[in-house]
Every structure is written in structure tokens, then in C-alpha cells.
């Protein structure tokens, strides 16, 4: 993100982004003339007289706002809606217009770009009508970015059928602003959680590192194992303490070039956070992580929050949600987990969708018919005999697998409605589910201990009854839920885990990088990880 060149909003103590450290405030100060150069207000010097005095009047000027001006002004339809409601009068005091900027130049919190918001007050500073339309369509579009974000997940990805917020600012703002709350009412758009908070936090402390200090790459090597030595050392013990995973070393110590237990233990921590192998050893995946910086977490953390921006505000108290990105699932009743596993979820190239879809039934003793994809890329190659080794037979055109112990979607499915033939079910394969790192599928969720979990939501919705005999018959057959579940399936690579602290994944499907540019970020490459499977479940 850049800074804003012109000399008038240069001279300004507005908070602002260090363009080297992503996005990191500077402190703001108070008063009118910090206000008035964000609002882009004549500079004295270069003036005539009068102008100065006109200047220095104050921020707006509504006797001077002529309707034919104002109308002339007016690029953007709600802008326009507000004032024909107005009698095309001005709306804006400088009360609410200081209020406003204080307001736009706290932008930060959010991860979002100040300059977004401000430029154009600063361009249209020397018209009074040309001011007061920017100021109404600079807080439009300020409460647009904190109600549903600044970007559009839909123009992102090819899907995205989450809920989304469904909120009409045009009535609200001339409300505010007659009762001189437009800030309160803008700030009250954004997500009003625990999480946004811890995310919004992060961010803040991430970008204040990465503007006091630079950090330097790890550079690779051979790996570093528990009790081994390395040049390279000093530097891993470091950032491991800058991330907060060790304490710190003893003062007077000289930095030890050996790999302690207790720095394994730390890089432990640290890879389970990050779902890579908790093995202590520093290779190529574990290097990945340590030389995220400050910088780039703060630009993660920018980019998850405007994640849970494009998310509706009224979740549903019960529901599932699975974090595609941290391949875990959490069953919610009555807003609070209840229970919480392991999925596993679809491999680059096979993504997981990002959806919103409810389960509306149990299959127990699943057929699966196989995508013409699957079937084409991963079972012709095998042979023929793969389909008789697999309890596979073909009916009308399509290759189906017979209910069984190799079944690929185990012994049950969650059936539910979308159009992208995205379940969740159980699968024979296991043992992939202590992988840390679970990316495996063809982008359904297979989910850990899927029978003990249909049984749980048999009983809770009291089909119980009818699931038993149904499992217990060996034939395919469905048990249709009184009602559905809804499921969200989300991709955050930034979230407050478990034990309520802030924890990290991987961006294994490269998403993070579309919302990172859409939100004003220079394009980078993620750190990706390399992926392989052996079974070719959905």
C-alpha cells in the first residue's frame, strides 16, 4: 500500500501505512488542523487572504454548498438518494465531518487502507459541494468496507456461496447523521466478536515489529535436528522467540550454534500451529514458517479479517463449520462447541469449495458413483482389474462403488444441498487423519470417526430409531433429518484456536493472495506445501 503524496496530507499527523512494514500506524494526533489537512483543506501558504480566512473557517461550509454544484458533484446513486431526500441541502457539520475523518484515519484497526478513504476528501477540497458529496460517499463506502467488506468474494473465487450480511445503508446514514452519530453508526458495521477483536489486535501489534524493526531470512541448508549444530541456529532460537514459542535466553549467554531439546520443543509448538509435521527437526517446511515475518503475518492477518467481514452476523447457534485451511471441524449448539475432529479436506487442484450448504440427510452404507474426472484421471490408468479389486461395477455410463469395508466414502455420508457435489463422509483411509498437514481428498471432507459423529446427530435429532436398522442392513439407505444442519465451509488461515489464542495455517490453496491484493497489497508468492496422495476417495 502506498502512502498519499500530496504535500497538504504529507504534513498531516493522520495515521496512516509504512508502505515497508505493510500496514503499520503512526501516532495520530488531535485537532482541527490535523483535521483539516485530511479533509485536504486550502493551504495558507499560496492563498489570498480571504481564502485563508474562508480556510480556516472551518471544515465544511454548508451555506456555500449550491444545489446546482452539489448535483454536479454527485457521482454515486445512494450519494444521490440522500440528498434529493435532503432537499439537496448540505448535510455535513464540521462536528460530524471532524468526527468522520477521525473515524477514516482509524481505518487501520481493520487492516484497511486510510488513503482508500481519504483521498478523495483531499482532492475535492477547494469546492464546498465537491467536500460535502465526498464526505458522503467516503462514509458509504467506509461502512460498505466494515458491513461486508471491501472486496467481493464472489468476483474472488469461481465459488463462494456463504451468507453473506444483508445490510441497507442508504436509510441509515442520513439518520446518523440528523442525529449526529454518523461515526458510531459506520464503526457499528463491523463484526462485533471476541475473534475480530484478537484478529483486529494482532494485526496491530504485527504491524508495529514489522515498522520498528526488519527481519532478515533464514537462510536453507541441511536439516537441523534436535541436538545438532548449526550457523543457522541463533537466528531459528530468535525468531522462535519473537513468535512466542521460546523464552527468553538467559542473560550474559552467548548464542549457542546447537539445536536444544527445548528449542525443538518450541519449533513443536510452533508447527502445530502452523499444521505442518510436529517434528522438531528445521527443513524446508518448518523454514517456510519461521521466516514469516511480521510483515506478512500483519498482511494475514489484514486479509482474515476481512474474511470474517464478508460473513452474515446472525450465525446460526447450531451448525458445523469446518476450516478448510486448518482441516478441522466444530459442531456448534446453542452458540458454543460441542464437539470438535479432524477432516480431511481437498488437495490443490481439487480445492474444497467455500460454501454455504446445509446436511439434510444420513446415508448409511454409502454407494459412491465416481466423477467422469476421477475416473478419467486416476482409475482408467489403473486397469481394468482395479474395478473388480475395488467392488466397483458399472451401471448406465458411470462406475459405482458397492457399499463395503473399501468403500471410498466409508460408512456413512452427510448428504447436502449444493450443486457442486460437496459432502461430508466417512472414509476406510485413517490413518491419514494423523497427518498434520490434511489435504488429501478430491474436495470433499472426509470426517474423523464419521460413524460415532452420525450417530451423535442421529440421536440429537431423534432419528436414532431409524439409523440403527438402517446402518445394520449393509444395503445402502437414507434417514432424511427433521431438520437440517447447516454447514459452513470456511478457508481461514488466521483464527483464535482452542485455548483462545491467535494460531496460523498454511495458505495451501494460494487464496490468501487474491484478498491480500484485492485489499491494496503488492502480489507475493505463498508459502506452499507440497502435497501427495495415494487414494482416490472424493
Known amino acids: 500500500m502506498a502512502l498519499l503524496h500530496d504535500t497538504s496530507f504529507a504534513r498531516t499527523c493522520a495515521r496512516t501505512f509504512v508502505p515497508a512494514a505493510a500496514l503499520v500506524m503512526a501516532p495520530a494526533c488531535d485537532g482541527a488542523a490535523s483535521d483539516a489537512a485530511a479533509l485536504g483543506a486550502i493551504d495558507a501558504a499560496g492563498t489570498t487572504e480571504g481564502e485563508a480566512q474562508d ?10 454548498v449550491e444545489r446546482a454544484a452539489l448535483e454536479k458533484a454527485v457521482t454515486d446513486e445512494r450519494v444521490r438518494a440522500l440528498y434529493e431526500a435532503r432537499g439537496w441541502e448540505a ?54 468496507a466494515l458491513a461486508d467488506g471491501r472486496a467481493d468474494p464472489t468476483a474472488l473465487f469461481e465459488t463462494y456461496t456463504l451468507d453473506r450480511p444483508d445490510i441497507d445503508l442508504s436509510a441509515g446514514l442520513e439518520s446518523a447523521l440528523a442525529e449526529g452519530r454518523a461515526s458510531e453508526w459506520i464503526e457499528s458495521f463491523a463484526p462485533d466478536t471476541e475473534e475480530y477483536r484478537a484478529l483486529s489486535e494482532a ?18 541448508g541441511d536439516l537441523i535436528r534436535p541436538g545438532s549444530s548449526d550457523p543457522r541456529v541463533p537466528q531459528i532460537a530468535e525468531r522462535l522467540r519473537a513468535k512466542g514459542y521460546l523464552g527468553e535466553a538467559r542473560r550474559g549467554n552467548v548464542p549457542e550454534t546447537r539445536f536444544t531439546e527445548r528449542m525443538a520443543d518450541a519449533l513443536r509448538e510452533m508447527q502445530r500451529d502452523f499444521g505442518i509435521a510436529d517434528d522438531g527437526i528445521v527443513g524446508p517446511d518448518a523454514l517456510k514458517v519461521l521466516n514469516t515475518a511480521a510483515e ?13 467481514r464478508w460473513l452474515e452476523r446472525d450465525r446460526p447457534l447450531t451448525r458445523i463449520d469446518v476450516n478448510i485451511a486448518a482441516a ?60 473388480a479389486r475395488n467392488n ?20 456413512v455420508k452427510f448428504d447436502m444441498e449444493n450443486d457442486q457435489a460437496i459432502y461430508l463422509h466417512d472414509t476406510p483411509a485413517v490413518s491419514l487423519f494423523e497427518r498434520n498437514q490434511r489435504h488429501f481428498s478430491h474436495g ?35 434417514v432424511r433429518l427433521p431438520q437440517q444442519i447447516p454447514v459452513r ?36 508468492e505463498a508459502p506452499r506445501i507440497e502435497i501427495s496422495v495415494s487414494d482416490v476417495g472424493p
Request: contains cysteine.
Open 203 to 220: 494485526f496491530l501489534e504485527n504491524a508495529r515489529k514489522a515498522a520498528a524493526r526488519g527481519d532478515s531470512t533464514i537462510g536453507g
Open 489 to 524: 465451509l470456511l478457508y481461514r488461515t488466521a483464527f483464535v484456536g482452542r485455548e483462545g489464542e491467535v494460531e496460523y495455517r498454511t495458505d495451501v490453496y494460494g487464496w490468501d493472495n487474491r484478498i491480500a491484493q484485492a485489499l491494496g497489497y503488492e502480489p507475493r
Open 444 to 478: 470433499c471432507v472426509r470426517v474423523e470417526d464419521a460413524p460415532g459423529f452420525a450417530r451423535m446427530l442421529a440421536r440429537e435429532a431423534d432419528v436414532i430409531s431409524e439409523y440403527r436398522p438402517a446402518k445394520a442392513s449393509g444395503e445402502e439407505s437414507f
Open 91 to 144: 448535510a455535513w457539520t464540521d462536528e460530524s465531518a471532524r468526527a468522520l475523518v477521525g473515524t477514516l484515519k482509524d481505518a487501520g484497526r481493520h487492516g484497511l487502507d486510510p488513503g482508500d478513504y481519504l483521498r478523495s476528501l483531499q482532492q475535492a477540497a477547494r469546492s464546498p459541494a465537491a467536500r460535502e458529496a465526498a464526505l458522503t460517499a467516503a462514509a458509504f463506502a467506509y461502512a460498505d
Open 392 to 411: 466397483m461395477v458399472r451401471r448406465d455410463g458411470w462406475i459405482v462403488q458397492l457399499p463395503g469395508p473399501g468403500n471410498a466414502l466409508g460408512e
Open 328 to 387: 478441522r471441524l466444530d459442531y456448534y449448539e446453542d452458540g458454543a462447541v460441542v464437539d470438535s475432529r479432524k477432516v480431511i479436506v481437498g488437495q490443490p487442484g481439487w480445492e474444497t469449495p467455500q460454501l454455504g450448504s446445509p446436511i439434510y440427510r444420513l446415508v448409511a452404507n454409502p454407494t459412491w458413483t465416481v466423477p467422469k474426472s476421477i475416473e478419467r484421471e486416476e482409475i482408467e490408468p489403473r486397469g481394468a482389474g482395479y474395478l
Open 296 to 308: 506478512e503475518r500483519a498482511r494475514l492477518l489484514a486479509v482474515n479479517l476481512e474474511r470474517l
Open 55 to 64: 480556510a480556516a473557517a472551518g471544515l465544511v461550509a454548508p451555506r456555500e
